[in-house]
């Protein structure tokens, strides 16, 4: 591309901020856009917030104006953020992601926060099972909250489970990774107990995607996201018979929910002979069911 052709009006960081918020702020709103710029500075240039407010008269180059450019045609194509940069944050865990594998949500950052403090995971001996771990982002916080324990991993996709592996590296966590259906009959671990079995499964009706935004829609991998509108539970009917037979019996057993299905899961949990309990997420929806 001929770089003359950009529509910044300079290589001035001033510039560059103003034409994301001309572009951007009417599909993604001004606060939200502001962020987007901040990450960006710091992952094209290094620089945090308060160099870039303070360098706003200064100029960049233009191999570095061109990837700001290529940003913000991503970003009117509601490309996420996070692909853009290629991570993100979760749990002071830096999480490599791409279509293979979902962005962590912060609603998931919530529900491992709250198990963070559990003093029964430090114990010697402890084992973590995460059922669908797609990026590893929820075992490698727990790994990194619980260096002690054994956690092992399970997803079906082969690229999830590459990403997860170099997530896992990055983050210096020593995890093990299985590949794996856990749908299918012939799942099981020979021998094991774990204390804590934990899954983010895929959980959304097919019936919901028309209330789901473009930038979920078109990036994220639908085989993380949607289950059959006939069928909605099935990876908790699976997850609860994995638990029946793996969880220890002090153990719990953690899965993220679809926030309209919480007394569906209840009820299948209590069937299984499980007591669970629904926790709300920081938007105050039906977000994980613990049961033990
Ligand atoms: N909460 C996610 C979303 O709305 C879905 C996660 C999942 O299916 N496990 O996009």
Not at 2 to 27: A, Y
Not at 109 to 131: R, T
Not at 170 to 190: G, K, R, Y
Request: glycine share 4%; charged share 25%; with cysteine.
């Amino acid at each position: 591309m001929n770089t003359r052709n950009l529509r910044f009006r300079s290589n001035r960081v001033r510039d560059i901020m103003s034409l994301f918020h001309e572009e951007l702020d009417g599909l993604y709103g001004s606060g939200e856009v502001g962020v987007y710029v901040d990450m960006l500075f710091e992952a094209f240039l290094g620089w945090d917030k308060v160099r870039l407010l303070t360098s706003k008269e200064q100029t960049i180059d233009q191999s570095d104006l061109l990837r700001f450019h290529w940003a913000l045609e991503d970003l009117k194509h509601y490309r996420p953020i996070q692909h853009i940069i290629g991570h993100t944050d979760f749990c002071g865990c830096r999480i490599e992601v791409g279509p293979d594998v979902l962005i962590p949500r912060p609603e998931t950052e919530e529900l491992v926060n709250s198990l963070i403090s559990s003093p029964s995971l430090h114990e010697e001996g402890s084992k973590i099972l995460d059922l669908c771990t797609g990026s590893g982002c929820i075992d490698i916080a727990l790994k990194k909250a619980f260096p002690q324990a054994e956690v092992i991993a399970v997803d079906i996709s082969e690229n999830a489970l590459a990403i997860a592996r170099r997530n896992a590296a990055i983050n210096d966590t020593e995890i093990t990774f299985l590949q794996a259906d856990v749908l299918s009959e012939t799942f099981h671990f020979p021998l094991s107990t774990f204390h804590l079995i934990i899954s983010n499964p895929p959980y959304v009706r097919e019936c919901e995607r028309a209330q789901m935004q473009r930038n979920v829609l078109d990036f994220d991998p639908a085989l993380a996201l949607f289950v059959p509108d006939d069928d909605p539970l099935r990876f908790y009917h699976a997850i609860a018979a994995i638990a029946k037979k793996h969880l220890a019996k002090d153990g719990l057993m953690v899965t993220e929910i679809n926030e309209s299905l919480a007394d569906e899961v209840c009820t299948l949990f209590r069937e299984q002979g499980f007591s669970p309990t629904v926790h709300t997420d920081f938007r105050g929806k039906n977000r994980w069911v613990t049961a033990n």
